[in-house]
């Protein structure tokens, strides 16, 4: 399988802005408007789910063949339009970074099709069994706003390849590049193949369009790909629900004299500073043992992230969070959905400090306690915060993640110190000595997926993940041995 490295990522985003410095350093995107009410484009839940099903009736019909050939379009478009959808989106969400949406969008081509399911056969004097990955039917995604045409764009591949339609209710905030993506998909998929209405999606979506979607007869089998609130409403639908939910992802920096911390340091801004840190995988909060402290926040300086005073990230947190009484005494943080994905020079102008604009990371010193640290706040701003030992570090950490069994990050030369952290975590992704990216293959080995289901076991989702298991038996000695 073809791997994309973090280097391939690095030359796709050179490329890019080279191009962006040529056309005068625009990233004006050509307008967005959605096509309701053909090709895979409409107004209402009942009618998208309706239609997926005819889809999904006559991709039936096309056999093995037909699936990969829905996964190569669907591949070869990503690569193709990975500009102009990244813009789209980019211009429509107004989160995250440029480069970084259209490096996600050639990544497509590294997530699993058809090759992954793999049938389990047995011969014994009995006879002979099969055991086959069946489709589900029609499926409903829920996509989050950080990642829109992507995560679509890889469930597509990973849910058709196992046979299956899609209805898709987008983020409001993404639904127009869904759209277009969606619309344009399905236009290639018919001219090549016949199929009509294989992608749904919702024009206008909102908590009905999802309740609408939920409740279909039509709909099999849910995909959620989203922070609590959704992964609740959809865990109590009564539906099966494959739930990909939120993460807080810690990276712990050991003492450990034999780390390159210049190294660590550019593992911990390339992950957490991917998007402006809007990857659920991404490096939320570093913890540093002992003397690794200093040497990791003067590495983390070296490499271009700006350290904060206390005073600035005071006035930053004033801002991007919202205090809201809980009743009882009790408070609680809100974020402020303007800052989710900004630039590191805008939350920097928060607290009047004026940062180079190609600032990637700012940096502050805290507590294991601050908002920072314990809230997914999905912003180039990084905690870092002091642990006296390991085991300390490792509870740090296993605290500030809150158990959604996510992603977690170390940088050591200790390998027993990888176990005891490994165990403790019991997070989906562990990724040792690299950046939180390794773990969906780009600069380690695997494949990546925009939906890891954390909340309900399944892992990173593969073609697997959407398929029924089904068994045939034929009993007799019919095998030829
Ligand atoms: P979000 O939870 O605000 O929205 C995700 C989707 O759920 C959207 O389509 C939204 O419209 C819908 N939604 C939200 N609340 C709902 C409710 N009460 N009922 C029905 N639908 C609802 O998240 P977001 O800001 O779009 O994305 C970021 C979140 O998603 C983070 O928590 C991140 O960790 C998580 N995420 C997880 C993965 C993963 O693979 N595990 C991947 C990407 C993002």
């Known amino acids: 399988m073809s791997q994309l490295s973090e280097v391939d990522i690095r030359n796709v985003v050179s490329e890019v802005l080279a191009q962006l410095q040529s056309s005068g350093g625009t990233v004006s995107a050509p307008t967005i408007k959605s096509r309701p009410g053909r090709h895979g484009v409409f107004e209402d839940a009942a009618t998208a789910a309706k239609a ?24 070869q478009m ?3 339009n990975a500009e102009r959808w990244g813009k789209i989106e980019f211009e429509e969400t107004k989160i995250g970074r440029l480069d970084h949406k259209i490096g996600k969008l050639y990544g497509i081509k590294n997530v699993l099709g058809t090759e992954y399911l793999t049938p389990y056969g047995m011969s014994g004097d009995a006879g002979i069994t099969m055991e086959e990955s069946a489709p589900w039917g029609v499926i409903g995604s829920i996509t989050p706003v950080t990642h829109s045409v992507p995560t679509i764009a890889g469930n597509i591949v990973n849910m058709v390849a ?18 277009i993506a969606i619309h344009e998909f399905n236009e290639a998929i018919k001219a090549e193949l016949g199929i009509e209405n294989l ?32 992964v609740d409403a959809a865990m109590k639908t009564g539906k099966r629900a494959i739930c990909a939910g939120p993460g807080n992802p810690p990276v712990v920096v050991d003492d450990c004299s034999a780390l390159d911390f210049d190294k660590v340091a550019k593992d911990i801004i390339f992950g957490g500073g991917f998007d402006n840190n809007l990857l659920c995988i991404g490096e939320k909060q570093i913890i540093a043992v002992g003397d690794s402290y200093k040497l990791t926040l003067d590495a983390l300086k070296r490499q271009g992230a700006v350290l904060l005073t206390k005073q600035q990230t005071e006035a930053i947190k004033k801002e991007v969070f919202d205090i809201k009484d809980g009743g009882g005494g009790c408070s609680h943080a809100v974020l402020n959905r303007a800052y989710v994905g900004a630039d590191a020079s805008k939350l920097a102008a928060i607290a009047g400090l004026k940062v180079d604009p190609k600032t990637e990371m700012l940096i502050t010193e805290t507590d294991p306690d601050d908002l920072f640290v314990v809230e997914e706040q999905m ?35 200790n390998v027993k110190n990888m176990t005891i952290m490994g165990q ?4 989906t992704l562990f990724v040792k000595n690299g950046p939180c990216t ?5 600069g380690g080995e695997g494949y990546i997926s925009f939906s890891i289901a954390t909340t309900t076991g399944e892992g990173i989702t593969t073609p697997r993940t959407f398929t029924r298991f089904r068994r045939c038996t034929l009993v007799d000695n019919l095998n030829i041995i």
Request: charged share 20%; proline share 7%.
């Open 199 to 230: 992608i749904c999606t919702i024009e206008k979506p909102s908590l009905d369009s999802f309740n609408e979607l939920c409740a279909s007869p039509d709909v099999n089998l849910l995909c959620i790909t989203g922070g609590p609130a959704v």
């Open 78 to 80: 990503c690569s193709d």
């Open 162 to 179: 196992a046979g299956n339609a899609i209805v898709v209710n987008p983020h409001p905030g993404g639904a127009a590049c869904a759209a």
């Open 52 to 75: 997926a099903r005819g889809g999904f009736e006559q991709l039936k019909k096309k056999g093995w063949a037909g699936r990969a050939k829905v996964i190569e379009i669907v591949k």
């Open 379 to 413: 912003m180039p701003l990084l905690p870092i915060v002091r642990a006296g030992c390991f085991p300390d570090a490792v509870r740090i950490a296993k605290e500030s993640e809150h158990g959604y069994k996510h992603s977690a990050m170390v940088h050591t030369m």
């Open 424 to 427: 403790a975590m019991d997070t």
């Open 438 to 442: 390794a773990g969906l293959g780009m």
